[in-house]
């Protein structure tokens, strides 16, 4: 109920920044959408990428090395465009500042990735990276669900992976304690699990550092008998 109620506002708001005109966040060009085309032009340029973790590579490079001596459980990963300027202030400002009609422009930016549409074609499901119910009040919505929607509206499954429990903030940890603070994190909803085998389904995130979190929701999928997944994510860092 909170999450309908509170995804409901934040539907509301996004219509309402798409139809007010403004300058774009980047060069204050106007009017403008929230990033004009010259700036995702110039700050979006496709990159390399490991296709298994979304690394960036040499060019020539399928799968890096560290995918290679250890694959991650997820099939594939699709990441936009790195987290630095600009992308990092505009997520800020999406996340912690509430404003989810960045919502929009981020899954754009997601759309315009190579390989993310036919993944998104490919997929039965798309679901986002599940917050606690504790972060989902404080922030008002969750910024992976906003994207999966606009990404695939008819293929949005919001309710098949939840967030059990509420975890310490993960900046700053290593991988293994990320992964041992993320343990038993995620959970399929046992009333859907059966729906979900042999599927394939587009798991989405706003940002990948050490892949820790799409590893424990990746788990949880893989239980319940998912065939296949892709991680999306509009961010990767290049922490590894």
Same mark, same amino acid.
């Given at each position: 109920?909170?999450?309908?109620?509170?995804?409901?506002?934040?539907?509301?708001?996004?219509?309402?920044?798409?139809?007010?005109?403004?300058?774009?966040?980047?060069?204050?060009?106007?009017?403008?959408?929230?990033?004009?085309?010259?700036?995702?032009?110039?700050?979006?340029?496709?990159?390399?990428?490991?296709?298994?973790?979304?690394?960036?590579?040499?060019?020539?490079?399928?799968?890096?090395?560290?995918?290679?001596?250890?694959?991650?459980?997820?099939?594939?990963?699709?990441?936009?465009?790195?987290?630095?300027?600009?992308?990092?202030?505009?997520?800020?400002? &999406?996340?912690?500042?509430?404003?989810?009609?960045?919502?929009?422009?981020?899954? /754009?930016?997601?759309?315009?990735?190579?390989?993310?549409?036919?993944?998104?074609?490919?997929?039965?499901?798309?679901?986002?990276?599940?917050? /606690?119910?504790?972060?989902?009040?404080?922030?008002? &919505?969750?910024?992976?669900?906003?994207?999966?929607?606009?990404?695939?509206?008819?293929?949005?499954?919001?309710?098949?992976?939840?967030?059990?429990?509420?975890?310490?903030?993960? /900046?700053?940890?290593?991988?293994?304690?990320?992964?041992?603070?993320?343990?038993?994190?995620?959970?399929?909803?046992?009333?859907?699990?059966?729906?979900?085998?042999?599927?394939?389904?587009?798991?989405?995130?706003?940002?990948?550092?050490?892949?820790?979190?799409?590893?424990?929701?990746?788990?949880?999928?893989?239980?319940?008998?998912?065939?296949?997944?892709?991680?999306?994510?509009?961010?990767?860092?290049?922490?590894?």
């Amino acid at each position: 109920m909170l999450f309908t109620r509170l995804a409901g506002i934040s539907r509301h708001l996004d219509r309402m920044a798409d139809r007010v005109p403004g300058t774009c966040a980047v060069c204050h060009a106007w009017p403008s959408r929230r990033v004009c085309d010259a700036c995702v032009a110039r700050f979006a340029q496709p990159a390399t990428r490991c296709a298994r973790c979304a690394l960036r590579v040499p060019a020539g490079v399928e799968i890096c090395g560290a995918c290679l001596r250890a694959p991650p459980l997820h099939d594939a990963c699709l990441a936009a465009v790195d987290y630095a300027y600009p992308w990092a202030d505009a997520l800020a400002a &999406f996340k912690f500042r509430g404003d989810p009609g960045w919502a929009r422009t981020m899954a /754009s930016l997601l759309r315009s990735t190579p390989w993310v549409e036919p993944a998104l074609d490919a997929g039965h499901k798309v679901m986002p990276v599940p917050l /606690s119910t504790e972060r989902l009040r404080a922030r008002g &919505f969750n910024q992976a669900a906003l994207l999966a929607r606009k990404l695939a509206p008819h293929k949005a499954d919001m309710h098949s992976l939840l967030r059990l429990q509420s975890t310490e903030a993960q /900046s700053g940890l290593a991988r293994a304690d990320r992964l041992r603070n993320l343990r038993g994190a995620f959970a399929v909803e046992p009333a859907r699990a059966g729906d979900l085998r042999g599927l394939r389904v587009v798991l989405v995130d706003d940002v990948m550092t050490t892949g820790a979190t799409l590893h424990a929701a990746t788990q949880a999928l893989r239980d319940a008998g998912v065939a296949h997944v892709t991680a999306v994510v509009l961010m990767r860092t290049g922490i590894d």
